[in-house]
T-cell receptor, first 111, second 115 residues
């Protein structure tokens, strides 16, 4: 089974700080998606990156797909309590319909 | 639009009992998925469907069966529940699916406890 390793597993920081979450694999993916999940709800898509080296910005969130399409990062600038949640990355494979999911990073932003 | 809905929201079963989880979507999506989510393990695909009348096995299909008789509905059945099936179950749908570039829309989840 191909794996996506997310790090850190848990992060608790103060409001206003910056942070980076990583999603790494030894496998190449056709795409990489990031989802955010809040307690008691299903995941919601934040972004999809499909080109090696691609960078996408969503307000204070910056997503990057590695040049070799094996890894991705999510950087949050000036974190806010509303950013609290479980961040999941998911890799798409060229050959089928299944996403490979990371175990998630639980992020807590303290006021 | 309601998006993706799941029933029930919570259920307690005794070992050996059976139940069916219902997923419905109103977005006319072709692809539907059943996942389970356990602490520290992310989402694991149980079964999926690429269209009405079709189903396929995912990563962890043992102990589960599915049916997609209507395009908008995807049912997940547990014939004889086991404590190892205690989990949160999510249904998702997407317009397409190949290569992982389509958005998956998730329901709110069903929390299942098997005693």
């Amino acid at each position: 089974t191909q794996l996506l390793e997310q790090s850190p597993q848990f992060l608790s920081i103060q409001e206003g700080e910056n942070l980076t979450v990583y999603c790494n694999s030894s496998s190449v993916f056709s795409s990489l998606q990031w989802y955010r999940q809040e307690p008691g709800e299903g995941p919601v898509l934040l972004v999809t990156v499909v080109t090696g080296g691609e960078v996408k910005k969503l307000k204070r969130l910056t997503f990057q797909f590695g040049d070799a399409r094996k890894d991705s990062s999510l950087h949050i600038t000036a974190a806010q309590p509303g950013d609290t949640g479980l961040y999941l990355c998911a890799g798409g494979r060229y050959s089928n319909y299944q996403l490979i999911w990371g175990a998630g990073t639980k992020l807590i932003i303290k006021p | 639009n309601a998006g993706v809905t799941q029933t029930p929201k919570f259920r307690v079963l005794k070992t050996g009992q059976s139940m069916t989880l219902l997923c419905a979507q109103d977005m006319n999506h072709e692809y539907m998925y059943w996942y389970r989510q356990d602490p520290g393990m992310g989402l694991r695909l149980i079964h999926y469907s690429v269209g009405e009348g079709t189903t396929a096995k995912g990563e962890v299909p043992d102990g589960y069966n599915v049916s997609r008789l209507k395009k908008q509905n995807f049912l997940l059945g547990l014939e004889s529940a086991a404590p190892s099936q205690t989990s949160v179950y999510f249904c998702a749908s997407s317009r397409g699916g190949f290569g992982g570039q389509e958005t998956q829309y998730f329901g709110p989840g069903t929390r299942l406890l098997v005693l």
